[in-house]
């Protein structure tokens, strides 16, 4: 991911001219590929091959527990979407965590190889074979590194001396690995240790249950971070006589390092007595120590080991505004007298809450895991971020408290707003809502609306104003208990006339030549004709809300915005293409994916992808898209080549320039076909993805899943329809159950697939509250109150409408 702040811009104009800089990259791959060649070499090409393989092969679910999940909690794998490609894994991670949990509290690992660390940004990557120790916080599908706070580690006394250094691990199986929803259990044999973990909201809970007569130590690593993010000012005190730590630190993240670091505050509580305890810094360990300072420290207590096996538990509280706040959330959420039964009781009963809100029936047992653990992720993140009493840390860096809602951040609305709001208007309108006033609260406290907020600041990752979109869909789709007018006041500023001075927000880049040519110059600024693209689709969904509030001049000016995409087009190439100042197209390669164009020489104007993916990035406009082609059939002969480029195998190192199901913009593009008059089309290919684009191992999605984005995508497909994102329609697709009940309040809207099998993938007939939809979508408004959709399968498409 890219930050709109950081473009080069002086480089820019030789990117397309510096000729020279196409041998020296070439020279720079070569040397590359000679040392990555030496060193395969040198440890033995077929040994690493076969030694990984031996551990993704192994299977979660052998550890024997006491404690399991219910029937419908069993269908969820957390290790899907764990490992994989590194640069395409998932990024999900196997924490104990509940519903939009502040604490997701996990195993963070380390490689095989090198004892390197973060190839999974969430902290845990299923190729590893080694344990660094278990954190309390992290990012979720996002390829950003933040998190991985007060990570303890437990040992034994005759192995605590070398385990105090910070590059402590220790080897583990899968095994002797379980985990479903709350809930997370591993053996480490060296440590002569069975780690299980829950978590209430804001409170991580840990067991540890030592086998022999040695003490036990556990280390808690106050200054742990995640991959190349770090920590400072760190604070450490141990308090002996109420058996408790408590602590502070400043993250310095991914995205917490943009804004100047986030504040991260704990108190932990432990069953036992210390029998002996210390704290260390920069200065090393010192036995007895009870207080600590700096960039990097930790401390360490033992316990009085008894005969057969000893049982420490320890529950972690964090909170972001005051180690008071962490010790409220820590009394409230989990006192001295509630269990680890209990707590790991509570988070699965909000699990089985949350994901019974849509039942599903038929269809594999593949595809049910597949299907809940898809819903799981999608109910993880955002974060609730306010403690007990109310109160958060806002975007001005006050302290603030949240009444009538609950405070989220964590939001990846570039991606999340294609698909996982529009699931949570259907089935957790009430936890959109306190979202929806979150986002109204950032934009109070810091002047805009965020595009990727995170923490208690704006990340500026990525480009657009996609709350623009989200906030729209959301109003028009009925919740309206939140300040409307104010959020459309900062929307509309930042679209019409520009951010307000001393924000921090980034604002729409280049947005003086958008209005005033129609489109983003490209000598003018990196990123053009993704950012051309995104402002249209804004533009469009804020004229509905314009239209919608009674103001119908601003509706009928972004309206016209809306249309500036087209202006890329070029009819004698047939693809958009980035434009200068004065109207002039600036040449592309098709086929070259920005993933591989590291200088940005031919793929500068696009986001994360290739001139061919961007091709069909219009959700919102698909007949105006399919009337820039030359012809119907044209488009459908296109659209389908795009298809048909694309790899049928899940999480591929290299992505290609055709279909990718791993990035956003273009995820939407099989539901294009319908515009075309062809929804046989959209039901094959719908299949196709849903198919052959997830799986139900440890890889499982085709790219990161962004905050559920894809999880969301396959959730929407299976049911048999799709949201068209800042609009109250739905696309037809191709339903992979028999029947689907989803749960939206009051209201209920059950689906049925009759004649539904593998092989019948096209829909002979569909109907709606017992009427045929002839044009294969229907609007927002049809189901609210509940309902029945019918789909009618058959093996053979039906012909053109």
Known sequence: MTEENQEKEF????????????????????????????????????????????????????????????????????????????WVCAYNSPAATTPWGMVRLGPDTASMLLDIRGLNSSGYYYGDNKIIGFSHNRLLGADAFDGGNFRIFPTIESRVEKLRSADRSTPFSHKEEIAFPGYYAVRLPSEQTLVELTASTRV????????GNENPHLLIDVSSSLGDARTKEGKVRIVPASQEIEGSIVNFGSFSGRYGGLNVFFVARFNRPF????????????????????????????????????????????????????????????????????????????????LSLIEVEGGTEAQQRIFYTALYRTLQMPTL?????GEYLGF?????????????????LWDTFRTVHPLYNLIVPEVQRDMLVSMVEMAKAGGCFPRWPSGAGYTNCMIGTPADIMVTESYLKGIRDFDVETAYSKMRQTALDGKPEGTKFAGRGGLESYLNLGWCASEKMSKALGKTFEYSYADWALASLAKALNHPEDAA????????????????????????????????????????????FLTD????????????????????????FKDRDYFIEEL????????KEVGKWNPGPCYWHGNEPYIHSAYLFEAAGRPDLTQKWVRWILENKYSDDYVGLDGNDDGGTLSAWYVFSSLGFYPIAGSTKYEIGSPLFDKATLHMGEAKLEIFADNQSPQNVYLKEVRLNDQPLENYSFDHADIAGGGTLRFTMSGEPSKER
């Not at 550890?63 to 999940?69: D, E, G, I, Q």
């Not at 991580?204 to 086998?211: A, I, Q």
């Not at 971020?385 to 009493?389: A, E, Y």
């Open 640 to 647: 389908t080549a795009f298809f048909e480029g694309s790899t």
């Open 385 to 389: 971020f306010n403690d007990v009493n």
């Open 605 to 628: 104007d696009f986001v994360e992808g290739s001139a061919m993916q961007w091709r069909y990035a219009i959700p919102f406009d698909p007949e105006g898209l399919v009337s820039l």
């Open 275 to 354: 029998a002996e305890y210390g704290t260390w810094s920069a200065d090393g360990f010192e036995s007895g120590r009870e207080e600590a300072e700096g960039d990097s420290l930790g401390a360490d207590v033992a316990f009085e080991g008894e005969n057969v096996e000893t049982v420490v538990e320890v529950r972690l509280a964090l909170s972001h505004v005051s180690i008071e706040n962490a010790r409220l959330n820590l009394d409230t959420e989990i006192g001295d007298d509630i269990n680890f039964e209990q707590v790991l009781e509570e988070a699965k009963q909000a699990w089985e809450e949350k």
């Open 204 to 211: 991580g809970f840990h067991r540890y249950t030592f086998s």
């Open 11 to 86: 480089f820019k104009p030789y990117r397309r001219t510096a000729p020279w800089r196409w041998p020296v990259r070439i020279l720079k791959w070569i040397f590359g590929l000679i040392l990555v060649f030496i060193l395969l070499i040198l440890i033995g090409i077929g040994g690493v091959v076969g030694y990984y393989k031996s551990i993704v092969n192994q299977k979660p679910g052998g550890l024997a527990v006491t404690h399991h999940p219910s029937e419908l909690l069993s269908k969820v794998d957390p290790f899907i979407g764990t490992g994989g490609v590194p």
């Open 557 to 600: 000016l972004l309206s016209e915005h809306a249309k500036n995409y087209q202006n890329l087009w070029n009819e004698e190439t047939q693809f958009f293409q980035p434009r200068s100042s004065t109207g002039e197209f600036q040449a592309i390669e098709p086929l070259q994916l920005s993933y591989t164009d590291s200088e940005g």
């Open 396 to 412: 001005d860096k006050q302290i603030h408290v949240a009444e009538g809602f609950q405070y989220y951040t964590d939001f990846s």
